[in-house]
T-cell receptor
Framework: EAGVAQSPRYKIIEKRQSVAFWCNPI?????LYWYQQILGQGPKLLIQ????????DSQLPKDRFSAERLKGVDSTLKIQPAKLEDSAVYLC????????????FGSGTQLSVL | SQQGEEDPQALSIQEGENATMNCSYK?????LQWYRQNSGRGLVHLIL?????REKHSGRLRVTLDTSKKSSSLLITASRAADTASYFC????????????FGRGTQLTVWP
């Protein structure tokens, strides 16, 4: 089966600019996650979707970050305006449902904010 | 905040040796998972161990779980250069909603 697809692979922007990341989960996976991974650290959960509804966005900095999954399939994560500390890899993951099972990760988008 | 704390932060061994990585956590859990991440790539699931299990094997991997000590270990036997990667443990913090909380990881380097 095809894996989780993410684009772009790399993005370099200047602070205060906006940026968007796209994720296409594995077909049939109802649950989608966005994680932020700062260099040298483990992934940190930003937001969890179940179909097109938000399950948990408690860790999402809502003053600058937004995410949507309009039709319960693809998802976009946006940062506006970006700060230097947003430099990180943004990982998308999916699973079949909201239960305690393994996650499938995409290769991530590496963001550099200058 | 990070849930798991992996130990050691970095491990360097020769091919053929065994590699042991440890993970400690702070809350109750339903299960604990280990993931591997090659440089510049996403995470790949290795193994899941449930809170009522004490040990699990998968190929050259052996995972143990001690819920009384809130700790887990990942053993890779007969390591290969291709095992070079970062290894993360992740827990659900007792939630049944599927989300995982990751530790900082152990960077394993296996020298040929």
């Amino acid at each position: 089966e095809a894996g989780v697809a993410q684009s772009p692979r790399y993005k370099i922007i200047e602070k205060r600019q906006s940026v968007a990341f796209w994720c296409n989960p594995i077909s049939g996976h109802a649950t989608l996650y966005w994680y932020q991974q700062i260099l040298g650290q483990g992934p940190k959960l930003l937001i969890q979707f179940q179909n097109n509804g938000v399950v948990d966005d408690s860790q999402l900095p809502k003053d600058r970050f937004s995410a949507e999954r309009l039709k319960g399939v693809d998802s976009t994560l946006k940062i506006q305006p970006a700060k230097l500390e947003d430099s990180a890899v943004y990982l998308c993951a999916s699973s079949r449902q909201t239960s305690n099972e393994k996650l499938f990760f995409g290769s991530g988008t590496q963001l550099s904010v200058l | 905040s990070q849930q798991g704390e992996e130990d050691p932060q970095a491990l360097s061994i020769q091919e053929g040796e065994n590699a042991t990585m440890n993970c400690s956590y702070k809350t109750s859990i339903n299960n604990l998972q280990w993931y591997r991440q090659n440089s510049g790539r996403g995470l790949v699931h290795l193994i899941l161990i449930r809170s009522n299990e004490r040990e699990k094997h998968s190929g050259r991997l052996r995972v143990t779980l001690d819920t009384s000590k809130k700790s887990s270990s990942l053993l890779i036997t007969a390591s290969r250069a291709a095992d070079t990667a970062s290894y993360f443990c992740a827990t659900d913090r007792g939630s049944t909603l599927g989300r995982l909380y990751f530790g900082r990881g152990t960077q394993l380097t296996v020298w040929p």
